[in-house]
């Protein structure tokens, strides 16, 4: 049973929400940040960007400290301003390929993180959650929601389908191209009819944006130590979601570069390769796998399809059979010899919206000796790896929708 519930958002007011609104602060070049707070005075980006206004890089508790009064000078100058009941945000995106996305802006719960209803399927990095942590214990407060993805639900998507019938609390498209409607969800009855839904729901699963989630509880843990009056139902239980249904969710593989043999020549590498795959040279063809276990391989100027040897790889769980483990298992670290696909300086990444034209540009230019194409994990995949309490190898998985910051803020 999934504790989803309402909350009192805070958000821009409806004339300035499309100003405040950014994405990810890394997501930005140097030179796309310093037109945007140049020239932009109410952009998010200035409040987790405080040492902007000083000319200076600052870090650490200070910065953290600085984020909490750039996001107050916002409310005291009524940029942003807070709900003043609790209610379910109806939040869809077009983005610029034309994909919509429908679903729920809400509260998810810390203990139903910790008790495995909500499931992830990827690591987080300790080292990342816990100064996740500690920036959120100052700052006090979510600005980028957890992405969560749940079983399609009749009586969820009609509440849903019903409220999209009114006007917006807001709309706006980005300079990306992608289009952002809010509605608030304010009737009681169906307050309560979508509350009761989730609690019907067995399993919730994180799409992504990992760490968020992970870092929210170990706060909440942290909070409740430290609250001797501790009761369970105070907001650091719980952490802002975007819940949207599984048939929605978007998701893309991510291509494997490798800058070099490990030492071997191109025949001594495709020697080894052939005792795992039967391999074909499909020559100047930009050939792209369509099926599992099936990987395309561009090296020396020439694409090659890669079929596995089922004879020589056992499938013992969920984890044997994808395809990214596969690579992993079967190339990349016997052969090749890496072994962090996260920290390894010589394998990078290239996610599926990026043709196979950028693998090919790449490594024509010497940058990469070979690259690897995969087809798309889907949700059941995701879903077993969750449920057997396994996690995927790094850079499994490029989900959309992508969330855009300082929209909705729940504070705790």
């Known amino acids: 049973m999934a504790e989803i519930i309402p909350f009192k958002a805070v958000r821009p007011t409806r004339d300035k929400v499309s100003l405040v609104a950014s994405r990810s602060y890394q997501s930005y070049t140097q030179a796309e940040l310093e037109a945007r707070m140049n020239y932009n005075p109410f952009s998010f980006l200035h409040i987790v960007n405080p040492g902007y206004k000083y000319h200076k890089d600052i870090t ?8 909490r009064n750039r996001y107050l000078e916002f409310k005291e100058d009524c940029i942003f ?31 139903d993180y910790k008790n495995d209803v909500i499931k992830k399927h990827e690591d987080t990095i300790e080292y990342r959650e816990n100064i996740f942590k500690d920036y959120l214990k100052t700052v006090g407060f979510n600005a980028e929601p957890v992405l969560l993805t749940y079983p399609d639900n009749d009586v969820i998507g009609d509440i849903i389908s019903e409220t999209q019938k009114k006007r917006a609390e807001f709309e706006f498209t980005t300079t990306y191209r992608d289009t952002h409607y809010m509605w608030k ?3 009681e009855a169906l307050i309560k009819s979508m509350a009761s839904e989730f609690k019907n729901i067995e399993t919730i699963y994180i799409a992504d944006y990992y760490h968020r989630s992970a870092s929210s509880f170990l706060l909440s843990e942290e909070l409740k ?13 719980y952490f802002m979601s975007y819940l949207i249904p599984e048939s929605e969710l978007k998701i893309y593989e991510f291509n494997r570069l490798v800058k070099d043999l490990n030492g071997l020549t ?44 089922k004879n020589n790889y056992k499938f013992k769980t969920s984890l044997d059979a994808l395809d990214t483990q596969i690579l992993f298992k079967t190339v990349l670290e016997p052969i090749l010899g890496i072994t962090d696909l996260r920290n390894d300086t010589r394998i990078n990444y290239s996610h599926g919206k990026n043709d196979l034209v950028t693998i090919k540009s790449k ?5 990469f000796t070979v690259g690897f194409g995969l087809v798309p994990i889907n949700i059941e995949e995701l879903k077993a790896i969750a449920n057997e309490g396994l996690t995927m190898p790094p850079k499994s998985t490029f989900i959309e929708p992508k969330l855009r910051s300082g929209v909705t803020i729940y504070e705790f």
Request: net charge negative; no cysteine; proline share 2%.
């Open 81 to 111: 301003v807070q709900d003043e009941i609790s209610t379910y945000y109806i939040y869809k995106i077009v983005n610029r390929d034309g994909f919509s996305f429908s679903g729920i802006v809400a509260a998810a719960s810390t203990e």
């Open 185 to 187: 969800l304010e009737d």
């Open 60 to 67: 650490g508790k200070e910065r953290y400290a600085l984020v």
């Open 266 to 309: 191109k025949e001594s590498f495709l020697i080894k390769l052939d005792a795992i795959f039967r391999i074909e040279n499909r020559g100047n063809e930009l050939y792209k796998p369509n099926s599992k276990h099936h990987f395309s391989m561009y090296l020396d100027g020439e694409f090659y399809s890669l079929y596995l040897r």
């Open 225 to 237: 130590s430290e609250n001797k009056n501790h009761t369970g139902n105070e907001p650091y239980n």
């Open 363 to 367: 490594i024509d230019k010497g940058e």
